[in-house]
């Protein structure tokens, strides 16, 4: 079944990548393939948006999306790679209305600009905040070091 | 008018500011504001060994611990492609449905103090502190227990804790009778939650929601069912579901699954094996070395669906972002459902009045420490 | 031989009841005031460790323990005292701090120009007031616009919401309170507490011909006091504290024992109108008289806290529902009855004008 | 917009709701419930002057045995780096108070490997210290132990340091 549908998938976009893990479809892909690839997994049973990470690999950002069908039973993780300075990706809030929150904490703590989101904020950090801490590269300056506590 | 309510308020349940615009009574949008105990968890764990980090994700849902604590020992156990003996995968499950039983009664305590029921507020605490009892006899802790350990736990439980546990069962069964006297069958109760902050099935659904509010709307997820993990495929349960999806069905949700809980724990508690497993002082000596891989491990937690998205590069960078050759994660993303069902606030409070948002609030059942992790 | 004959004889006995009558009235009515005040003050300091007990055993706890240890920690209420004055006395930097001061000490003030007309027994008493239940309910209704003051007077928003809701629920459940007792008064033509309370004598208790009104009026007792379920001025768990927010020290002190004087004057008032007042067992004797009274009085008390140690709080809607849709249609009810019951039950022996 | 109140009723469905309402007791079931709760036992514990038992394992502050090797495992586990290793010289090295005293390995060593050895012994912030309790199962000696002892507020944080001599002398743990 998650053959059949990887098949489908390939023949219907363009993806660079795909493999099966487990019960896991990891599909990689390019940003302009994103938004009608999530449209057409969620008229295809995939209505559970799971979670949003933001993954720094120094050389390149990667945003990956966990879907899970409660009727396939099987989960589909887009991935998709972004330029380190300037990591844009077009929002799937019109499709998961839950992502509005999940792609505001992404963009908070990994800075990764969400294209059309309503309301893209920070989150858990204040709004005056500089930097993306979540980012191997990112330095706090007022970081307390160990042992000058006492 | 705006109102500000929180960060310090009674009733927000911690740390959490609501910016309120309010029309004379009735609530026209929220606005919540998080992040007030933001640690910054994540990045935390990526400079923690994976034995250092067990620790750490108790203080996320400090009401529920023992069961984040057992998501992250499952995640760890997933990327190592782990088999855990028998007693091991049952003493897990058991914790993490008195877990949930404990959770829960603190949800309902919470939850009947807000609406001013001060007496409620201490009965299910005797249950609570009970379960506190019985995790502090095998853990050596009261909240953040630390118990589990990545391939094990810290040791194994004593012998009479088995008996112990049933016991309790049997004290929890009588007195869910009294709580369902002091709130189900009071009037007042049910016209405070009744028809407050209705959201139905394909609402829920599509806006994505989590847990026992979503059960509450009448979709039947459960991570338990429907993607078992540790041993729930041999334990028989039911998904309690309500289709009403106000305040009360959210309530009374979490009721029926303190049944269902107790009904597990029971069955655990008859097929528990008995043999000699691996304690704390075995499992620290191997160092966890996790090799390049990327696990997405999730649970069915008390308030919902939780998950840790662990990447680990193996012995890949080097230098100052070095993991300790697969020692330390590259990336721990964790998901919490809180944060997810806090979201909901604001559709599920928009036209109600300023008093509904108490009851709306707490049937979320939202914690801080794992909203702003 | 009531409390004003006693002074009076007291003062015949050292002497000074030569003075000129207005001269003599002023003094023993010094005199009678600060006893009755003080017996009442006490009272109520009373009644706070009352309900934190109860309300502690309801609840599975012990409440106050660590003061007088031997007696259930009952002089709590004097260390409470003692705390609120030497706290730090707040005034918000943009109250309104001349109203903000002025309002605990008037609040308190009405509170107490009512214990004039409210007999403790058939001689413990200021005075004998003929429009008794009228001046009690005058005074207990400037707390409206008190309410309302102080809520303005703080600068906050939860304070101003509170105001608002205790002015609402005060304002409403006054109107079926006082026409639940239309129904005493028609039946003892009198609207004197002392007079009613005496025409219950021999166990003819009020609260049966006048059920209706007697349960009316301990449903708006327990809203006009704020206590749960009604408590949703002061709702913690929604406004904080209600209207009494940026209240703190000797101000908080003052506020909250005005509660606590309302809770008990009226669940005193109640027992007066409609539990037969003093009458019981050897109550002829002056000290037995008091005691049930008293007893009496923390039965009610007791309910009251029992009362919030049992149900949550309602929403204002609902409050404001019950006071306008039920309970003023039944005393109306009450009312329209009063021909037949006074016909009816004063051939059972009950006071008929 | 939802409206909480709900619709408008008739008077005959009005009656009828309150009816069905008084009919299943309105408040009267919680309010007979909460009363009998007067006749059971109260639960809360009057603390300072009544304590709860302790059970075995518990993991309460931290006390050191005579044997340290001065591996520094505890120190290298510790998430929250609170467990610094302290040199100390061979005189000055802390140890058990004389009657806890007894024979044992570092005694032997110290007497075989003479005066000029440094040893090393944990110190524990005890501020930092969130008891996970990581340092006493890595322990290969078995040396650092987590007490009952659990009344630990102090009014300074040096109060809250345990020098390896505090943790050894034991005064608070045994109490």
Redo the contacts between chains.
């Keep these: 079944m998650m053959e059949e549908f990887q098949k489908t998938l390939q023949e219907k976009f363009k993806i660079a990548e795909s493999i099966v893990v487990r019960n896991e479809l990891r599909v990689k892909l390019v940003r302009e393939e994103l938004l009608p690839l999530c449209k057409f997994l969620s008229e295809n049973s995939f209505d559970h948006l799971s979670c949003i990470t933001g993954i720094d690999f120094i050389e390149y950002i990667q945003v990956v999306y966990h879907l899970f069908s409660y009727e396939k039973k099987f989960w589909v993780v887009l991935k998709v790679d972004l330029q380190k300075d300037n990591p844009h990706v077009p929002t799937v809030c019109p499709v998961w209305p839950v992502a509005d929150w999940l792609e505001r904490e992404t963009y908070d703590l990994m800075g990764i600009v969400f294209d059309g989101h309503p309301d893209l904020r920070r989150i858990l950090l204040p709004e005056s905040w500089k930097g993306y801490p979540l980012r191997k590269d990112y330095v706090d300056e007022n970081e307390i070091q160990w042992g000058e506590v006492l | 008018m705006i109102l500000n309510m929180g960060p310090q308020h009674p009733s927000t349940h911690g740390v959490l500011r609501l910016k309120l615009t309010i029309d004379a009574d009735t609530i026209t949008r929220v606005v919540p504001y998080m992040g007030y105990i933001h640690r910054g968890l994540e990045k935390l764990a990526e400079n923690r060994r994976y034995e250092q980090f067990t620790p750490h994700p108790d203080r996320l849902d400090y009401i529920s611990a023992m069961s984040w604590n057992g998501l992250y020992c499952q995640t760890i156990e997933k990327a190592l492609d782990l088999h855990l003996p028998e007693r091991v995968e049952y003493i897990r499950v058991i914790c993490f449905e008195l877990q949930r039983i404990a959770n829960h009664l603190m949800f309902f305590a919470a939850y009947t103090l807000d609406l001013g029921q001060t007496t409620m507020f201490i009965y299910p605490f005797q249950e609570r502190e009970w379960i506190l009892d019985l995790f502090e006899q095998i853990s050596g802790q009261r909240l953040t227990y630390n118990y589990f350990r990545i391939g094990g736990v810290s040791r194994d439980v004593p012998r009479d804790w088995p008996e112990k546990v049933s016991r309790f069962l049997d004290h929890m069964e009588k007195r869910m009778k009294v709580y369902h006297n002091m709130v189900e069958e009071n009037e007042i109760f049910l016209a405070r939650t009744k028809g407050i902050g209705v959201m139905k099935r394909e609402e829920a659904l599509r806006l994505g929601m989590l847990g026992p509010p979503l059960r509450a709307s009448g979709a039947c997820r459960d991570v338990r069912r429907d993607e078992p993990y540790s041993i729930y495929e041999r334990l028989d349960f039911d998904i309690p579901i309500l289709e009403e999806g106000d305040s009360f069905a959210r309530y009374e949700i979490r009721m029926l699954e303190i049944y269902e809980s107790i009904k597990i724990v029971r069955q655990a508690l008859t097929q528990l094996p008995d043999e000699k497993i691996p304690d704390g002082h075995d499992l620290i000596k191997q160092p966890v070395k996790v090799p390049e891989c990327e696990v997405y491990c999730r649970n069915e937690l008390p308030k919902g669906e939780g998950a840790f998205y662990l990447i680990s590069t193996g012995e890949r960078p080097e230098g100052r972002l070095a993991t300790e050759g697969g020692r330390r994660p590259y990336r721990l993303k964790i998901k919490s459902p809180a944060f997810v069902n806090l979201w909901f606030l604001d559709p599920l409070t928009r036209g109600h009045h300023i008093a509904d948002i108490i009851p709306i609030n707490s049937s979320l059942d939202l914690i801080f420490g794992e909203v702003d992790r | 031989m009531n409390l004003y004959d006693m002074i009076l004889a007291l003062l015949q006995y050292v002497h000074i009841n030569r003075l000129p009558q207005p001269w003599l009235d002023v003094i023993v009515y010094a005199i009678e005031g600060a006893i009755f005040f003080t017996i009442a003050g006490i009272l109520v300091a009373f009644t706070t460790w009352f309900e934190r007990k109860t309300l502690a055993r309801i609840q599975l706890r012990y409440g106050p323990v660590y003061v007088a240890p031997r007696f259930g920690g009952i002089l709590q209420p004097f260390a409470d005292l003692f705390k609120f004055l030497v706290k730090e006395d707040i005034v918000p930097k943009n109250a309104d701090s001349i109203p903000f001061t002025l309002v605990p000490f008037l609040l308190l003030t009405t509170l107490i120009i009512t214990m004039v007309a409210i007999p403790l027994s058939d001689w413990l008493y200021v005075t004998n007031i003929s429009t008794g239940i009228l001046l009690v309910y005058a005074f207990f209704s400037t707390m409206p616009p008190l309410v309302m003051v102080a809520g303005w007077a703080q600068n906050n928003k939860y304070t101003m919401i509170g105001a608002f809701r205790a002015a609402a629920q005060m304002v409403s459940y006054e109107v079926p309170i006082l026409l639940s007792v239309v129904g005493v008064v028609a039946m003892t033509s009198s609207f004197s507490l002392y007079d009613i309370a005496s025409a219950q004598k021999n166990y003819r208790w009020f609260v049966i011909p006048q059920m209706l009104g007697a349960i009316v009026f301990l449903i708006g007792l327990v809203a006009e006091t704020e206590r749960l379920p009604f408590d949703l001025p002061e709702a913690e768990t929604e406004l904080v504290a209600g209207w009494h927010t940026e209240y703190s020290g000797v101000k908080f002190m003052l506020i909250y024992f005005s509660e606590y004087v309302r809770a008990f004057l009226g669940s005193a008032i109640a027992v007066l109108l409609f539990f037969g007042g003093w009458y019981g067992p050897f109550s002829h004797i002056p000290v037995m008289s008091f005691f049930w009274l008293m007893v009496k009085t923390y039965a009610i008390i007791f309910v009251i806290v029992w009362l919030r140690g049992a149900l949550p709080r309602v929403r204002i809607d609902q409050l404001l529902r019950l006071g306008w849709k039920v309970l003023v249609p039944l005393s109306l009810l009450n009312i329209l009855a009063i021909p037949l019951v006074v016909r009816l039950f004063g051939a059972w022996g009950w006071a008929v004008p | 917009?939802?409206?909480?109140?709900?619709g408008y009723l008739s008077a005959g469905q009005n009656v009828k709701q309150v009816w069905e309402?008084l009919r299943?007791?309105?408040?009267v079931?919680?309010?007979?419930?909460?009363?009998l709760?007067?006749f059971?036992?109260?639960?809360?514990i009057?603390y300072p002057t009544v304590r709860k038992e302790i059970?075995?394992?518990?993991?309460g502050t931290l006390y050191l045995n005579d044997d340290c090797t001065g591996c520094s495992l505890c120190a290298t586990?510790?998430?929250n780096?609170c467990i610094d290793m302290i040199e100390f010289a061979a005189e000055e090295r802390p140890s058990l108070p004389p009657r806890l005293q007894k024979q044992t390995r570092i005694v032997e060593i110290i007497k075989k490997q003479g005066k000029e050895k440094k040893y090393k012994i944990p110190q524990v912030?005890l501020w930092r210290c969130?008891?996970?309790?990581?340092c006493e199962?890595?322990c290969p000696v078995d040396v650092i132990n987590?007490s009952t002892h659990y009344e630990i507020s102090e009014r300074s944080?040096?109060a809250l340091?345990l020098t390896p001599e505090r943790m050894m002398a034991r005064e608070e743990v045994e109490g």
């Design positions: 917009m939802r409206q909480s109140s709900g309402k299943r007791g309105y408040v079931k919680s309010m007979v419930t909460s009363l709760h007067v059971q036992r109260r639960v809360t009057q059970p075995w394992g518990y993991r586990i510790c998430p780096k912030n969130m008891y996970c309790g990581l199962e890595i987590m944080r040096e340091l």
